[in-house]
């Protein structure tokens, strides 16, 4: 494959983590909190402060789009306090021009006051909430350090969104023991007042049995074993194809579910919205509250770093030729089996964090996960084939409802035909 020189892009989103990898709580999960060894925090305080202009400044600037996002994110971004955001808003007032700007704080909940929410609510933050539901799901990971379950702390807070009105959407792990209650987490998540569902597969490896357990890095290519609590093959695609049947019949339209529209997306030929599904990496980069810039968050790595903003501008950093080759790399790197399978629109390989297995073929750097995405995306691409046409009539895709009800009691069911004129 020609290797194709960067150019400034248009438009890239930037993950900024204003409070680096710390958290108030310690889930077991977590791959960020060893990141503590790698992302130091500044030596002088003030730096803080520089690096938050510099960020804003720069990424309103360079965005040649009407609308730019803020992602804020951690560890937990709350911690910064809310002083913090507050001079991130006059920050951004200042240099916004005439384009417009929207907050997303993905944050675990539980510090969350009256405060908070006034302010979330005052300034239009897209809220999102991490939440494991049910109680036993979200409290058998989600604890605090001292090992404290996390679940009624972060109900609590839920209710003081509700009241203040500020619709949130929720970020759920999919590990080995939530696996196992698909039904379960989807209704739960849904009657908490969830309309947009996020689902992230928990596939961690570790070497040997060290305590503190020290994840091993993405592309390792020597001996290491699965984590406990990470997903068990079978289980992705069971989770995904349940909650599936669930929603197609039930929900389309009403919940959103990132999978899905992700899914539905590439099957439009259009945007998918999710890097983990795109045919390129690259354009989802990563800053710590310590100016570094890294190719992704789940490769804060040495080898990834490209460099300090209070060095080097980020415009610069986001065109250099080592985050276009990481990018690439993604498309480059694809097995064979990849290349030939039906489905490769919906995964194209999935996130190369999960490639550390052998193809058919014997080829490394195949998905973990691929058996699983397999079987999930051929079991729902006729549902999605028959939403593209809906979509191509100009009608809901939700119609595919009323078609699944027509369709029940036949041999197959998924055999979906668009509505003749």
Same mark, same amino acid.
């Given at each position: 494959?020609?290797?194709?020189?960067?150019?400034?892009?248009?438009?890239? +989103?930037?993950?900024?983590?204003?409070?680096?990898?710390?958290?108030?709580? %310690?889930?077991?999960?977590?791959?960020?909190?060893?990141?503590?060894?790698?992302?130091?925090?500044?030596?002088?305080?003030?730096?803080?402060?520089?690096?938050?202009?510099?960020?804003?400044?720069?990424?309103?600037?360079?965005?040649?789009?009407?609308?730019?996002?803020?992602?804020?994110?951690?560890?937990?971004?709350?911690?910064?306090?809310?002083?913090?955001?507050?001079?991130?808003?006059?920050?951004?007032?200042?240099?916004?021009?005439?384009?417009?700007?929207?907050?997303?704080?993905?944050?675990?909940? #539980?510090?969350?006051?009256?405060?908070?929410?006034?302010?979330? $609510?005052?300034?239009?933050?897209?809220? $999102?909430?991490?939440? @494991? @539901?049910?109680?036993?799901?979200? @409290?058998?990971?989600? %604890?605090?350090?001292?090992?404290?379950?996390?679940? %009624?702390?972060? /109900?609590?807070?839920?209710? =003081?969104?509700?009241?203040?009105?500020?619709?949130? +959407?929720?970020?759920?792990?999919?590990?080995?023991?939530?696996?196992?209650?698909?039904?379960?987490?989807?209704? &739960? =998540?849904?009657?908490?007042?969830?309309?947009?569902?996020?689902?992230?597969?928990?596939?961690?490896?570790?070497?040997?049995?060290?305590?503190?357990? /020290?994840?091993?890095?993405?592309?390792?290519? $020597?001996?290491?074993?699965? #984590?406990?609590?990470?997903?068990?093959?079978?289980?992705?695609?069971?989770?995904?194809?349940?909650? &599936?049947?669930?929603?197609?019949?039930?929900?389309?339209? %009403?919940?959103?579910?990132?999978?899905?529209?992700?899914?539905?997306?590439?099957?439009? $030929?259009?945007?998918?919205?999710?890097?983990?599904?795109?045919?390129?990496?690259?354009?989802?980069?990563?800053?710590?509250?310590?100016?570094?810039?890294?190719?992704?968050?789940?490769?804060?790595?040495?080898?990834?770093?490209?460099? +300090?903003?209070?060095?080097? !501008?980020?415009? #610069?950093? /986001?065109?250099?030729?080592?985050?276009?080759?990481?990018?690439?790399?993604?498309?480059?790197?694809?097995?064979?089996?990849?290349?030939?399978?039906?489905?490769?629109?919906?995964?194209?390989?999935?996130?190369?964090?999960?490639?550390?297995?052998?193809?058919?073929?014997?080829?490394? *750097?195949?998905?973990? =996960?691929?058996?699983?995405?397999?079987? &999930?995306?051929?079991?729902?691409?006729?549902?999605?084939?028959?939403?593209?046409?809906?979509?191509?009539?100009?009608?809901? !895709?939700? *119609?595919?409802?009323?078609? /699944?009800?027509? +369709?029940?009691?036949?041999?197959?069911?998924?055999?979906?035909?668009?509505?003749?004129?």
């Amino acid at each position: 494959m020609d290797f194709c020189y960067p150019a400034t892009p248009k438009a890239f +989103n930037v993950m900024f983590k204003p409070a680096g990898p710390d958290c108030n709580l %310690k889930c077991t999960y977590c791959y960020y909190l060893e990141k503590k060894e790698i992302v130091t925090s500044p030596a002088d305080p003030a730096e803080h402060g520089k690096i938050l202009e510099k960020y804003i400044r720069e990424y309103i600037i360079a965005q040649q789009v009407p609308l730019v996002y803020f992602i804020w994110q951690g560890g937990e971004p709350s911690l910064a306090g809310l002083p913090y955001f507050r001079k991130a808003l006059e920050l951004q007032q200042t240099y916004a021009g005439d384009k417009e700007i929207i907050n997303v704080l993905q944050t675990n909940g #539980t510090l969350l006051n009256e405060e908070w929410c006034r302010f979330l $609510g005052e300034n239009g933050f897209l809220t $999102g909430i991490s939440l @494991d @539901d049910p109680e036993h799901v979200h @409290d058998r990971y989600r %604890k605090y350090g001292d090992g404290r379950p996390s679940w %009624k702390k972060t /109900m609590h807070r839920l209710e =003081l969104l509700h009241r203040f009105r500020i619709e949130f +959407n929720t970020l759920s792990t999919i590990n080995h023991y939530s696996a196992e209650h698909p039904e379960e987490v989807y209704n &739960f =998540l849904k009657n908490s007042g969830s309309r947009y569902m996020q689902f992230i597969p928990v596939v961690e490896r570790q070497v040997g049995s060290a305590k503190p357990i /020290m994840l091993v890095h993405p592309l390792n290519k $020597g001996d290491a074993e699965l #984590t406990p609590w990470s997903l068990k093959p079978g289980q992705l695609g069971n989770f995904l194809t349940r909650i &599936f049947d669930r929603w197609v019949r039930n929900d389309v339209g %009403k919940v959103f579910v990132q999978h899905f529209d992700t899914a539905l997306a590439n099957r439009a $030929g259009a945007m998918p919205g999710l890097c983990t599904f795109s045919p390129r990496c690259g354009d989802a980069t990563v800053l710590e509250h310590n100016g570094n810039l890294y190719c992704c968050d789940h490769f804060v790595y040495p080898d990834y770093y490209l460099g +300090n903003i209070l060095e080097t !501008p980020l415009p #610069t950093l /986001m065109s250099s030729v080592k985050l276009a080759a990481f990018g690439q790399n993604k498309l480059a790197a694809l097995t064979r089996q990849c290349r030939e399978c039906e489905v490769r629109y919906a995964c194209h390989g999935d996130c190369p964090k999960h490639r550390f297995c052998r193809s058919r073929d014997g080829e490394p *750097g195949h998905s973990y =996960l691929c058996e699983d995405y397999s079987r &999930f995306f051929r079991y729902i691409t006729p549902h999605l084939d028959f939403m593209v046409r809906q979509i191509e009539r100009q009608q809901p !895709p939700a *119609g595919i409802m009323e078609q /699944m009800k027509a +369709n029940e009691g036949r041999e197959n069911p998924a055999d979906l035909q668009a509505p003749q004129n």
